[in-house]
Every structure is written in C-alpha cells, then in structure tokens.
C-alpha cells in the first residue's frame, strides 16, 4: 500500500511539475546558446536588429510539426522583416527519436528550406526553462529594454489539417498586435501535439 | 482448375470467417469534440481510462499492451477503455484500422477529428496542455489526468485502488 501511495504521489508531482514549471505570458525569458544546423551558435544576441522573436519548439518526426513546417517559413518570411524572427528548437532528445538528430535536423532545414535557424536543445534544458511540452509549441517574445517578455504561449493556429481553413492564425494576430503597438488579444492557447521525448522522464 | 477456384474459395471463407473474430475495424467511429465529449463524462460505477494517442505517435504504441493488459486482468470489473486516436482523419483506412487490426485491439477506438483544438482541450482537462500521449481515468467521484506513458505495474496499480474504491 505504502508502495501504491508512493507512485501515485510521484506521479502527481510529476504532473504538478509538468505545469507549474516554465514561463507565463508576462514573465521574461532568458536568452540560450544553442548549436544551428549550420554548425554555428545562435543566441538573441545576433538578431541585433529584432523587437522579438517568434521562439517555436518543433522537430522532424511528429506529423503535427511536420504540418507547420510551410507555414513557420511562411511567417518568418512576413515576420522577419517587420523585427519577428522565427527560431525553431527541436528539444527532442535523438536516443528517444531517432528522427530528431541533429543530422537529420539538418537534411529536413535543407530539405524544407528552412529560412530560420534550427537549434537543437542537446542538454534538453532550454524548453524545461521555457515550459514547452509539445511540438510545435510557440513562444512569441517582445523586447522592451534588455529584456525579452514572454506575450504570447501556444499553437500556430486552429487547424493542423489544412491551412486554408485556418479560421484563427493565433500567432499571426499576435505578432499583428504586438508590430502595431498593442497587446495580443489571445495570449495563450492549446493544440494537440507530440510530448516531448525525455532522456530523464521516459 | 475448378479445383483449384473452389479451394481458394474455401480460403477466403475461412479466413472471412476468422477475420471476423477480431475487431470490426468499421466500428472506429469518427467523431468530433461534442460528440465524444459524452464518453468523457459518464457518471456510473464504471471506472473509465480515455487514452488519447495515434498510430505515429511512438510512446503512444509503447505503452498499448500495457494498457491492454490492465483491460483484459479487469475484464470481469466495471472498467472500461476507449481509445481515442488523434490520427489524421484521411489516414484511417490507411494506418488506424490496419493497426488496431493488427495490434488486435479489442478496445473501443474512435478517431477524433475536430482540428479546432484549442476549443476542446481545456474541456477534456484543464491540466493538459496538448501533448500525446494523454491518459484521463474517471469514475463518479474522480478524475485524474496522465501525461506520462504508462507501465504495466503503474496502471495496475491505479486501476487496483480506483475499481476498489467504495
């Protein structure tokens, strides 16, 4: 019985855990130092020019990003040049998805023809800070001084199936706000999406 | 010849015959939220597991047998589990019914396709942000929600104290 209780209690934490860690839209995020598929370090730091950026954790192997890959270059092509880049994250850890290592990162960016880079989460400690449990899970950050304040957490937008029926482009209007100087009207939403593979929590 | 056709014909019957022993793969209903949102909410002394997963998703198909193992050791108890797959709606006659077919799953398996996600996810769980796998087990006076694949041990033991609740 002892027993029972203990794996019950942590499981519980373990979905407490799951959910009260990482960040709400409001709180600043923290700047990382990841490797891109080109072999070079990226960090906030060499988008000197950018109001904020549009941080998307994703991967190759789950059909759910793969349904977004079209539409984030479409974004980072309208939104790159309004002060929005897109980064991508592949937090997979590549023992647990073999589809999701770095090598194969870097066929699918060439492949799809990535316009954004795409950095792999080796220590798989970025999308714990960041809160991300799915792929694709997006982060829209805006820079007010030195900071990046987290003001929008979600999905890309209401329909994975088929672009042309989207009816709500979530990070779309979001960006649209922020570009035109107010605040997202929706800051948070959900999607269905592949959990993110753990070396620690398989 | 004739000898021939009426040995295949044969053939065919009796594996029509034993195909038919298996799940009917034309019971995988295809549903959207508000029409699966009923099976979310029964309120009986049956102990449902909801398991929403999809044949692509590799943790998802990790943790089937033990999930199928809990169902057929409680089989003589009130406890029920539907199987709610998140695969693409244009794959079902493609991959879910070859799967389910194949992995010989006697559970009841619905394809939910509502791409609105947003709408319908804090309905099922408030706690789950998205992510498959996602396990909801519920009875009349609980409801827990599970991001975590299972093992057979961990599901036993949850199913054990739910069924045996008062």
């Given amino acids: 019985m002892k027993r029972i209780i203990s794996v019950v209690f942590i499981l519980v934490f373990a979905v407490v855990a799951a959910y009260s860690s990482g960040y709400n839209v409001g709180d600043k995020a923290s700047d990382f130092k990841l490797k891109n598929v080109d072999g070079k370090h990226i960090s906030f730091s060499n988008f000197s020019d950018a109001k904020g950026f549009v941080v998307v954790f994703t991967c190759n192997g789950c059909p759910y990003a793969q349904a977004y890959q079209d539409r984030l270059i479409e974004i980072d092509k309208k939104y790159k040049s309004k002060g929005y880049p897109v980064i991508a994250i592949n937090p997979n850890d590549p023992a647990l998805a073999p589809d999701d290592s770095y090598d194969k990162m870097v066929s699918v960016a060439k492949k799809e023809g990535f316009t954004f880079p795409y950095l792999i989460d080796e220590k798989q400690e970025v999308y714990k800070n960041y809160g991300a449990t799915r792929t694709p899970h997006v982060y829209v950050l805006q820079k007010k001084g030195n900071d990046f304040v987290v003001q929008y957490i979600g999905a890309i937008d209401d329909n994975h199936q088929d672009a042309a029926k989207v009816t709500s482009p979530f990070l779309a209007n979001a960006l649209d706000a922020l570009i035109a100087g107010s605040l997202p009207e929706t800051t948070t939403t959900k999607a269905i999406g592949c959990g993110i593979k753990d070396r620690n929590k398989k | ?166």
Wanted: hydrophobic letters at 40%.
């Fill in chain 2, 1 to 166: 010849m004739k000898r021939l056709i009426s040995i295949l014909i044969t053939f065919l019957f009796v594996s029509q015959t034993l195909s038919s022993k298996v799940p009917d793969a034309k019971r995988i209903r295809v549903l959207n939220y508000d029409q699966l949102e009923p099976y979310l909410n029964f309120r009986n002394d049956t102990v449902y597991l909801v398991n929403f997963w999809a044949t692509w998703c590799a943790p998802c198909v990790a943790e089937l047998p033990a999930i199928k193992a809990v169902e057929k050791k409680y089989s003589d108890k009130k406890f029920k589990v539907l199987l709610v797959s998140l695969d693409m709606p244009g794959h079902l006659k493609s991959r879910l019914t070859p799967f389910v077919l194949s992995h010989k799953i006697t559970s009841d398996v619905f394809l939910l396709d509502d791409p609105n996600q947003n709408r319908w996810i804090d309905k099922v769980d408030k706690a789950w942000s998205g992510e498959i796998p996602f396990t909801l087990i519920y009875g009349k006076d609980f409801r827990d929600s599970y991001t975590q694949p299972f093992d057979f041990k961990t599901l036993d033991s949850i199913i054990n104290r739910k069924i045996k609740m008062p």
